[in-house]
């Protein structure tokens, strides 16, 4: 099994709607991360948290919300998805400070008609 | 914004030639980190660089770090047909504690 797991892998959708991505991860880390990757713009962070207490907004956070339900689960959610929402989004994990090596799940496509 | 941007943006080689790819980025940093992707794949960590390190080595990875010049560049000698793939730098700035990507370069090895 993957350390690292998200759900859906791929999810078509309608502007409007509300639609959630689940990650879970089983290396044990305290620091989970949700990023977005576009063409040509490589990875954008959305949130992070650095414990179940403990949630950050990234860069692009805007249009998204977060909940980190258990130390193993971070989910990301579209309150009502648009288009330009349409992207690859990543979760990914990691432990220490300085930010060390950080671990991928394999992506949730998502596509907002 | 991104704080990498690499250089160049593709770059297609034959099967046992050396690929080189460069990062630069704009803040001070605590340690800079290489990822290669395969298509539409998740991010795979290749090693990790810290700000008082000049030199690093994995395997057929060669990855160098001026922050001087706020750069970095990953050397894959002997390339293989397996290495076609998009590589990032990642940046660990200084009080962010977090890691921004760079916009990646996508390699193409020719078998």
């Known amino acids: 099994d993957a350390d690292v797991t998200q759900t859906p892998r791929n999810r078509i959708t309608k502007t409007g709607k509300r639609i959630m991505l689940e990650c879970s991860q089983t290396?044990?880390?305290?620091?989970m991360y949700w990023y977005r990757q576009d063409p040509g713009l490589g990875l954008r962070l959305i949130y992070y948290s650095f414990d179940v207490k403990d949630i950050n907004k990234g860069e692009i956070s805007d249009g998204y919300s977060v909940s980190r339900q258990a130390q193993a689960k971070f989910s990301l959610s579209l309150e009502s998805a648009i288009p330009n929402q349409t992207a690859l989004y990543f979760c990914a994990t990691g432990t220490g400070m300085p930010t060390g090596e950080l671990f991928f799940g394999e992506g949730s496509r998502l596509t907002v008609l | 914004s991104q704080q990498g941007e690499e250089d160049p943006q593709a770059l297609s080689i034959q099967e046992g030639e050396n690929a080189t790819m460069n990062c630069s980025y704009k803040?001070?940093?605590?340690?800079l980190q290489w990822y290669r992707q395969n298509s539409g794949r998740g991010l795979v960590h290749l090693i990790l660089?810290?700000?008082?390190?000049r030199e690093k080595h994995s395997g057929r990875l060669r990855v160098t770090l001026d922050t001087s010049k706020k750069s970095s560049s990953l050397l894959i000698t002997a390339s293989r047909a397996a290495d076609t793939a998009s590589y990032f730098c990642a940046t660990d700035r200084s009080g962010a504690n977090n890691l921004f990507f760079g916009t990646g370069t996508r390699l193409t090895v020719i078998p």
């Open positions: 290396k044990g880390h305290d620091r």
């Open positions: 660089i810290r700000s008082n390190e």
């Open positions: 803040t001070s940093i605590n340690n």
